[in-house]
Each structure stands twice: as C-alpha cells, then as structure tokens.
C-alpha cells in the first residue's frame, strides 16, 4: 500500500489565484481528514469527511472547499488565495473499527501565497 | 472546548531518558496519543492509552496517563539521535473522530 499520497509537495501562489491540493488513500479508509500546520500552532482541523458524498467543516473552513466523490479522494480547493493560507496542509485518513482510531497522514503540501 | 498543551523545546544528552509531557482539558477524552514528525514528513502514530489506563510500555516507550490532572506524559529510554523530531499529544473525545493536536514539542538529541 502507498498509504496517504499528496501532491504537489510545493507551490506557490499569487494572491487571488486559486488551485486543488490532491489527496488519495489506498487503505479502503471512510474518514478523511485535511489539516493545516502553522509555525507554533499545531494542527487545525480545516474539513472532514466520514465517506464518499458526506464532508464537514472543522475549526477553520473559510477560504477552502472540498468534495468526496470516491472513497479514496478528498481533495482540498482554496479559491482566491490569501497570504493568510500560507502554511503546510496535510491530509489524513482512518478507519473507524480500529482499536486505536489512528490517523494516517500524507507526507503535507507546503503553500507559499505572496 | 478541547484544548492540548506541551512545552516547544526538550534536549537531551544521546543515551539519557527524555521525558515528554502534556496536558489536557477534555475530561471526556477517551483515547490520548503520542505523534512522532520528522523533518519534512506527516505525522506517525507512535503510541496511544486509553483513558482508563494509567500506564502503557512499549519496548522503550512508556506512557503515563493522570486522569486527575489531565497530564500525559512519554518518556523515551536510551534515546537515540534518530528520537529527533517534533513530538504531538493529541486527545480524541467520545464517539466522534476529530483529534486535538497540542502544538508539538520539539525533541533536539545532542551526540
């Protein structure tokens, strides 16, 4: 198994611009997770998704939109980026029957937007 | 609401124990995690407890839980320079999925 695959690994972006940060998982797992990590502030919870068709909003949604079509895809859309959304994203997966719940994470998609 | 604290920084002499500590604040909090990130990768799970455990060892981790004061700890035996990295507690409460992630603390081992 690939695990957790995200791409692309870098990317810059001009204020305004938009793009699709991908994530796919080859573990058949129905939660997905997309987290951004700031300097000194850990990792905030942007949106979730517990199966294909369903997502949600976590602590800090705005500036972002994301879709489930399939088990194994969540990607992630920022439209007009701000300077704001510089940060490094991660997706995560896991599966609910687990004994520990644990979350499998992507190696992050680092965002500069200047 | 949830709310996960650790200190930033630990350095540690190559061979000495590290001890990792953190608190919480959801006292509904049911399963509480240690997350391992090295430079330039996710996080990896490294260990959990669940909450109505005290004490969890494994090989050289171990990992103390005080229900009473909300404290978690991890130390790590004999550590080694390849124990580098930024060290994540993080609290999972009741049925739902969403973890809270302290903000990481930062593990330097010094040769």
């Known amino acids: 198994n690939a695990g957790v695959t995200q791409t692309p690994k870098f990317r810059i972006l001009k204020i305004g611009q938009s793009m699709t940060l991908q994530c796919t998982q080859d573990?058949?797992?129905?939660?997905m997770y997309w987290y951004r990590q700031d300097p000194g502030m850990g990792l905030k919870l942007i949106y979730y998704?517990?199966?294909?068709?369903?997502?949600d909003k976590g602590e800090v949604p705005n500036g972002y939109n994301v879709s489930r079509s399939t088990t194994e895809d969540f990607p992630l859309r920022l439209e007009l980026a701000a300077p704001s959304q510089t940060s490094v994203y991660f997706c995560?997966?896991?599966?609910?029957?687990?004994?520990?719940?644990?979350?499998?994470f992507g190696p992050g998609t680092r965002l500069t937007v200047t | 609401g949830e709310d996960v604290e650790q200190s930033l920084f630990l350095s540690v002499r190559e061979g000495d124990s590290s001890v990792i500590n953190c608190t919480y604040t959801?006292?509904?909090?049911?399963?509480l995690y240690w997350y391992k990130q090295e430079p330039g990768a996710g996080l990896q799970l490294l260990t959990y407890?669940?909450?109505?455990?005290d004490m969890k060892q494994d090989q050289r981790l171990t990992v103390l839980l005080n229900k009473k004061d909300k404290h978690l700890s991890l130390r790590i035996a004999d550590t080694q320079t390849g124990d580098s990295a930024i060290y994540f507690c993080?609290?999972?409460?009741?049925?739902?999925?969403?973890?809270?992630f302290g903000i990481g603390t930062k593990l330097q081992v010094i040769p």
């Open positions: 995560a997966s896991s599966y609910p029957d687990s004994d520990s719940y644990e979350q499998y």
């Open positions: 573990m058949n797992h129905n939660y």
């Open positions: 998704s517990v199966g294909a068709g369903i997502t």
């Open positions: 959801d006292s509904s909090s049911t399963y």
């Open positions: 407890i669940f909450s109505n455990m």
């Open positions: 993080a609290e999972r409460a009741g049925g739902y999925q969403k973890v809270t």
